[in-house]
């Protein structure tokens, strides 16, 4: 009776775990039915009359003298009156041409050298300052901020634009990639922020809680910048920081489904480890700064709780929960079979309850992973620019590139991480943009 009472408590445990995680994440199941629903319905129909602002474009670049070139030229080249549109690349730290190549692409450089505070974050605050001391205040609408491996699409302005003119005073953009086809790691990274796109930020748009900002391509108002004096946000991840921030102050995030962003993606693992380690570790940091402003914003903020829930379910370390499961599970599996003998708890009905949980749980997390990759790649089909044999082969591999998170979230708990850049090279793209 006894062992069978212990294996019901392990089914249990196993049981709870699966039916909370489903419940907490069901939103981004209907979420993806919206995605589809809403991917060919048109937001321009809800301004009468489009105004045309001025803007800046601002970049963070360290040792970015391969790609801030292409980046610049893309910013020139948008379908925007020039008179209204500035481009500003702060040289953060760099030791390379960075700065010398920004300027002789028509870009004004503000050049930054601080090695204690490295980071976007400290970057951008950086240069708000620097831009009201020279002027006394902000002298734009807002400010589109880019990564220096970035090719913006020719129309990117010209439709966050239109956005801003519903009244967003945040706005991101749909990111895609440059280099899609060059391997399955930058495969990967692209079928995730494609996700995001679609499925993520698209319904929260349509359904007018705040969207997220991931990274790149995103707009912020003088109006915001002007009430956090600056950009304040110093963590690893300050674009989920922010993110969580107008969440939980009630200021909505847009989404521009037709301003496009190329970006470039890591190709190795090693680059893609450091970065994700980032990210993961930032993370972590946002679940010990945000997570009770976050659970007060979900019953105290009645106008935008779900955005509270929405972030808080983003940010949580549910990998972690996930992991600690199958740790436990994994533990008793180990201890069964080096004490066979040892029938207080551990038999072979344990043995058998504690091996299924583990391999029924890796086989879900890839089939759920794949599920999610090919209904974007069918859904995003004409805009992955790569053949379709590509297509098929790299959504097989992304739910193992997903798995390599397991190991850089445990890490990334323990290691302490600091930003390192990430190595960017030029690429040939005519035939791409």
């Known amino acids: 009776m006894g062992l069978s009472n212990m294996s019901f408590k392990i089914d249990f445990l196993n049981a709870m775990v699966l039916i909370f995680m489903t419940i907490a994440y069901a939103y981004q199941i209907f979420f993806l039915f919206l995605g589809l629903y809403f991917k060919y319905k048109k937001v321009d129909k809800n301004i009468d009359k489009i105004k045309m602002y001025r803007y800046a474009c601002v970049c963070s670049a360290r040792n970015e003298e391969a790609v801030i070139g292409q980046l610049i030229r893309s910013l ?18 760099c030791t390379d041409l960075t700065a010398f190549k920004a300027k002789q692409e028509g870009a004004y450089v503000i050049s930054r050298f601080d090695k204690n505070n490295r980071g976007k974050g400290y970057a951008l605050d950086y240069f708000f300052h620097q831009l009201q001391k020279r002027y006394d205040c902000l002298p734009y609408e807002g400010y589109f901020v880019f990564d220096a491996d970035n090719i913006v699409d020719v129309n990117f302005v010209k439709e966050m634009n239109k956005i801003h003119n519903l009244g967003y005073d945040a706005i991101t953009s749909y990111r895609n990639s440059k280099n899609f086809d060059e391997n399955w790691i930058s495969a990967s ?14 319904p929260r748009f349509h359904c007018n809680t705040s969207c997220a900002i991931s990274g790149t391509g995103f707009f912020v108002s003088t109006k915001l910048i002007n009430e956090n004096n600056g950009w304040p946000y110093h963590l690893l991840t300050e ?39 980032r990210w993961s570790k930032g993370f972590y940091q946002i679940n010990t700064h945000y997570t009770i402003e976050l659970i007060k914003g979900i019953f105290v903020n009645k106008k935008h709780r779900f955005s509270s829930y929405d ?25 069964c079979i080096l004490n066979p003998s ?30 999610c990759g ?34 850089i979230a445990l890490v990334a708990l323990f290691k302490k991480v600091e930003w390192k850049p990430i190595k960017h090279f030029a690429t040939d793209n005519s035939n791409h943009f």
């Open 76 to 93: 020139k080249n948008q379908n925007y009156p020039k008179e209204l549109i500035d481009i500003y690349v702060i040289a953060d730290n």
């Open 189 to 202: 990274y692209s079928i995730w922020f494609l996700r995001e796109s679609r499925f993520l930020n698209y």
């Open 239 to 277: 674009d989920i920081e922010f993110s969580v921030n107008c969440a939980i102050n009630g200021n909505l995030i847009g989404y521009c489904d037709k301003a496009v962003v190329y970006d470039e993606q890591p190709v190795t693992f090693s680059q893609s480890w450091t970065q994700r380690m």
């Open 311 to 335: 972030l808080l379910m983003t940010t949580a370390p549910s990998m972690i929960l996930t992991l600690s499961v199958i740790g436990f599970n994994l533990f008793l599996l180990i201890d």
């Open 342 to 371: 040892r029938l207080s708890y551990v038999n072979t009905e344990t043995l058998s309850v504690t091996s299924n949980y583990i391999f029924f749980a890796l086989i879900n997390f890839y089939l759920i992973m794949y599920f």
């Open 374 to 407: 090919v209904v974007t790649i069918l859904s995003e089909w004409k805009k992955i620019r790569t053949t379709s044999f590509k297509k098929i082969i790299y959504s097989f591999m992304f739910p193992i590139f997903m798995m390599t998170y397991i190991p």
